[in-house]
Structure formats: C-alpha cells, structure tokens
C-alpha cells in the first residue's frame, strides 16, 4: 500500500543555523515542497538582509533537494509601510513573539496593546501580509493559550483584513476561535495530534517530548485530531520541529521543543489510516496551505509506503520523535 502526496508543506518549521541546519534540513527537504520558516534565530532575522542570508544558508543545506523556503521575518513594531513593502519580495509572513514565551523569544513583544502594534498591523493588512502568532501568556502553564485567546479576539475584531495564523494551536478554546472568526486560521503540530501531558509527565519524565505550547489533555487531542483528520480549510500542517542537542534537552531547565522532521509523513500517514481518513491527508499537508497563504509550491510526488520504520535512537546527537520506535510506513526515499 502507498500513498502519493502531491507538494507536501510543512508551514511552521525551526532549522536553526549553522551546524545544526546543516544536519536537520534535509530531513524536511527531502520529503516536503517546502516550509515557512521561523525567525527565531540568535539574533533574529529582523532585516532583509538577514533573510536573504539565512534563504541562502538553507539552500546550501538543502542542496540537491527540490525545496523553498518560505521565509518570515521576527515581528517588530517599529516596521513601517515601506519597509514591509519591500520585505514582501522576500518574506511570506511575520512571526510574532511575546517576549519570553518560548526558544529565542526575548526580543519579541513585551507589551501586547493594540495601539502599540497599530501601525505595522495596518500596513500587513494592507499588503496582504499573514501574522503568525505565538499564542501563549505568561501565566500557568496549562492556561497560556487559553489566557491569550482574548488577544487573538481584538486582533480579529481590530484588524478584520489581516489574515491571522494561530501556530501550533493546542486546546479546544482555540478550536472554538478559530470557528467564531473569519480571518484566524491555525497550523496544528503532529505532536499535539498525537501526544498528551501524561507522555511528558505522567510516568517517568519524557524531556524529548517537552515544548511550548506543552502538550493537553485527551479532550483538547480529540478536537484537534476532528479538525485535522476532516481537513478543515482554516487548518494545516505545521510541524513545529525543534531540534536541540541531547545535552540541551536532558538537563535541568531542559531546552522546549519537539525534533519531529524525520517521522511528520509515516506517522501522519499512521493517523489517518487509523480513522479511516487518508483521502484528506492531502488537503492538510497541502492543499490547505496553498489556499491560506496563496502559494504554488514546487511540484514533488512524495510516496509513503507501507513498511516498517524503525526511528533511529540519535539523529548527530539530536533524538528524534519516537526514537526507538517502530511506525507502519515510511518515506519511500528512505
């Protein structure tokens, strides 16, 4: 049995820099048209010129491979019309960070007044500019993206032209947001489809399964798993994978973040099959994706076989998802 995906996209995706994107980026490259890119870097991609360099670092690490990188610039509210007319040429959308939230977040928003934004979001808006939002608080760990749903509601209501990505959405308050606002649409992560809070914590501790927003319980899985397995057109495939080293991982103040790029397609594919939903993987790998963003990616046939798939236990000291685990499917270019 296989399954043939037509320009698969993966529209939340961390590469890092340096060393560490030339050992994870062809894990995404190999089976994926393309990906939006974070900005997350140290320090951030907040010029053109920090773009055009890092798309260039990307190309190398990807070389060989048919590939684009979607790129996106770290959210600044001293952006101006014009600087963000001609970022355009370059970027697909800007990522937006509260301060201290999550990896590399200390430059990013410290004070989330709507006024405060008002004049890089109205000149998104006007050119057509997706915001990508880190949705999370402060507050108890649990609550985060619950608590930040009210500042997801004003940019809605304030900006109705803006069109509003909410990444990685986690709970079913955020499910209902999605469903109230026309212009909020949202990327789900394969961890948070299949993950809940008791693989972190509820035997022994899983660090390699810790990350931000951390993963919920069984009823906010069963919403996003609904909202994925039907494809629903205000949903796509975002992975979120984001590779630390070991060291970084299984340590005290462990690093967030989930290196889930070698298992997206099998264990997506495992999903689907299980509910009996694999004529919509396309739309929520893809199809999706392109109407949201108004994109035609590269043409690439990925084919997803059924066979065994051991997931090596160390990827160049990163541990994968599932490490050690056996999954039903695999890329056939593995």
């Known amino acids: 049995m296989r399954v043939v995906l037509e320009s698969p996209l993966d529209m939340h995706l961390h590469l ?18 393309g990906a939006i890119i974070m900005p997350n870097l140290v320090p951030p991609i907040t010029t053109i010129d920090d773009i055009k360099a890092y798309k260039n670092r990307i190309k190398e690490a990807t070389k060989g491979d048919d590939f684009e990188a979607y790129m996106t610039l770290f959210f600044k509210n001293s952006y101006d019309y014009d600087f963000l007319k001609e970022a355009k040429d370059v970027v697909k959308a800007i990522k937006l960070y509260p301060s ?10 410290s004070d989330l ?18 915001l990508l939002v880190h949705g999370e608080t402060n507050g108890f760990v649990m609550d985060r993206e619950r608590e930040f749903g009210v500042f997801y509601e004003k940019l809605a209501k304030s900006f ?19 469903k109230e606002y026309e212009n909020l649409y949202a990327t789900i992560t394969l961890h948070h489809l299949l993950l809940t809070l008791d693989d972190v914590i509820g035997g022994s501790l899983k660090p390699h399964y810790f990350c931000k927003p951390i993963v919920k ?44 790029a070698p298992v997206l397609l099998p264990a997506l594919c495992e999903l689907f099959e299980k509910n009996d939903r694999l004529e919509n993987l396309q739309k929520f790998v893809s199809n999706n994706a ?6 035609d990616p590269i043409k690439k046939e990925v084919v997803i076989e059924k066979r065994e798939f051991i997931v090596p236990e160390n990827l160049k000291d990163i541990v994968p998802m599932f490490a050690g685990k056996k999954l039903s499917w695999r890329c056939e270019s593995e």
Do not use: W
Not at 100 to 109: A, L, Q, R
Not at 160 to 178: A, F, N, Q, Y
């Open 100 to 109: 201290g939230v999550t990896t590399n977040s200390d430059g990013g928003v």
């Open 113 to 130: 007044d709507i006024e405060n934004l008002k004049e890089t979001l109205e000149a998104m808006s006007e050119l057509k500019l997706p």
């Open 160 to 178: 109705p032209k803006l069109k509003i990505v909410m990444e990685h959405i986690t709970d079913r308050h955020s499910v209902k947001l999605l």
């Open 16 to 33: 890092r820099d340096e060393d560490m994107l030339k050992s994870v980026a062809h894990f995404t490259s190999k089976c994926f048209s």
């Open 290 to 295: 392109r109407d949201i963003y108004d994109i």
């Open 217 to 260: 319980t069984y009823a906010d899985r069963e919403v996003l798993q609904e909202l994925a397995l039907e494809a629903d057109a205000k949903v796509m495939f975002g992975s979120d994978s984001a590779p630390h080293p070991k060291n970084k991982k299984e340590r005290d103040s462990g690093a967030a973040g989930i290196f889930s």
